[in-house]
């Protein structure tokens, strides 16, 4: 497994559509493999394979309750609405506020090609809807409601918790 590097917004791959994967073998594993160790190096919940310069429909998502593999995903269902700031590995340094679905359902193949369906609220409704768009070239930034700093989204979350 290597850590792969991380492309970062100006870079026209991030504007590209990915292609969908059709051969599941020891290439994509090592891909799959290399994406979980990049995102866990770099501290992030997802990373879509075009963010390390591949141009296929692969995830991989982990927010707090184990890996997820996202081969070819399709959103199927969504429902309810949250509105929350986000960050992203290849803008790194810079979060926005970005309006999503609060529930999301969707079909996706794991590594050996079996579809099977996952279900997300929340963080994890957030991170597939963030990490479908990258495979269709969209950054949060293009639905972004506004910036904020990464002090604006500590003093909310402190006053949350309080």
């Known amino acids: 497994m290597a850590i792969r590097k ?11 559509k990915s ?12 891909l799959l ?15 879509a394979a ?3 310069g591949v141009l296929r429909r692969a995830i991989v ?19 309810g609405e949250q509105e929350g700031s986000e960050g992203c590995l290849s803008l790194p340094g810079r979060y926005g506020i970005v309006k999503r679905p ?34 269709d070239g969209i950054v949060y930034k293009d639905k972004e409601i506004k910036e904020v700093t990464a002090e604006e989204i500590l003093a909310d979350r402190k006053g949350k918790d309080d």
């Open 102 to 135: 609060n529930y999301v359902k969707l079909r996706a193949q794991n590594r050996k090609g079996q579809w099977r369906l996952y279900e997300g609220t929340e963080l994890k409704a957030r991170c597939f809807c963030h990490e479908i768009d990258h495979l």
């Open 33 to 47: 493999d290399d994406m979980k160790d990049t995102m866990i190096k770099a501290d992030g919940v997802g990373l």
């Open 6 to 16: 991380i492309v970062t917004l100006g870079d026209d791959v991030l504007r590209k």
């Open 61 to 79: 998502i982990d927010v707090g309750d184990g890996l997820i593999e996202l081969i070819n995903p399709e959103i199927i269902e969504t429902s």
């Open 50 to 52: 075009v963010q390390v």
């Open 19 to 30: 292609r969908p994967v059709v051969k599941f073998d020891e290439k994509l594993w090592q």
